[in-house]
Every structure is written in C-alpha cells, then in structure tokens.
C-alpha cells in the first residue's frame, strides 16, 4: 500500500502532548506556558504537568494543546526549540 505524503498523519483539531525539558529554574514553567498560551490561548497552565529529575537539574514538563493545525505546531515548536531555557522539544 502506497501512501501519500500530503495526507495528514493527525487529524485537527486535537489534543496534542508536547514535552519540554531544560534546566530547573523557577522562571522554566511559567516561561514554557507563556509561550505555549500565545500558539494555544485556550491552554490552561493548571494541567501542564511536571517531572523533577532524581538529582533536581532537569524538569520536564508535559502540555496538552488543542492543536488546530501543522502550522500551529511547527510555530509552536519553533519557539520552544529557540528558546534559551528549553533544551529539548518532543
């Protein structure tokens, strides 16, 4: 079965985790929902959930967004990516 590359794997709107790790900073969380609301201003900062690594470093932090479309998740990704606090993106 062939497939075609312009299908969409997700189909929008959806719910959509996205995980973002960095440096254990009191500023990190509210950075990260700051800019996670300005892609998805309907994200509520209360159900962002949040792993401390065992020696305390890291925190990874997970978000569930309404995601409308690929554009919104790639922006979004985006400015997560670049941000100088955000290691990782997943």
């Given amino acids: 079965m062939r497939s075609n590359h312009n299908e969409e794997l997700i189909q929008y709107p959806c719910n959509f985790p996205i995980k973002i790790m960095g440096a254990s900073h009191?500023?990190?969380?509210?950075?990260?929902?700051?800019?996670?609301?300005?892609?998805?201003?309907?994200f509520d900062i209360a159900t962002m959930e949040q792993r401390v690594s065992s020696k305390g470093n890291y925190l990874s932090l997970?978000?569930?967004?309404?995601?409308?479309?690929?554009?919104?998740?790639?922006?979004l990704y985006r400015a997560l990516s670049s941000h100088p606090m955000v290691k990782v993106v997943l």
């Fill in 26 to 42: 009191t500023a990190f969380l509210k950075t990260v929902a700051d800019l996670v609301k300005a892609h998805d201003p309907s």
């Fill in 62 to 75: 997970t978000a569930v967004i309404r995601a409308t479309s690929r554009a919104q998740l790639d922006a």
